[in-house]
Nanobody, 116 residues
């Protein structure tokens, strides 16, 4: 089992920055991949924003390349998403996701709102 606690969302003006955090506890050593997804409107599917695997290989959605950076602190079992040059279209609920040998786990979601 893996437990995830997210933090760092909020309201920011366009062009601003936010950093999201996702602290993993439990069987963190079983994690193969960690990522951030977002849902921009109720009823829509979550879309991948960025992910990182055990080898620290990163993958980004085209819409966030050059603006967002995903990284992790293995000592703290914490995943981060640094979001710069935010745009109103980045407004969404952001979710942390973990793939482990025990299955997929999701954080509770954190709201990011970017005003124009």
């Amino acid at each position: 089992q893996v437990q995830l606690v997210e933090s760092g969302g909020g309201l920011v003006q366009a062009g601003g920055s936010l950093r999201l955090s996702c602290a993993a506890s439990g069987s963190a050593s079983s994690i193969n991949r960690m990522g951030w997804y977002r849902r921009q409107a109720p009823g829509e599917q979550r879309e991948l924003v960025a992910d990182i695997n055990r080898s620290s290989r990163r993958n980004y959605a085209e819409s966030v390349k050059g603006r967002f950076t995903i990284y992790k602190d293995n000592a703290k079992n914490t995943l981060y998403l640094q979001m710069n040059s935010l745009k109103p279209e980045d407004t969404a609920v952001y979710y942390c996701n973990v793939e482990s040998v025990f299955g997929d786990y999701w954080g509770q979601g954190t709201q990011v709102t970017v005003s124009s």
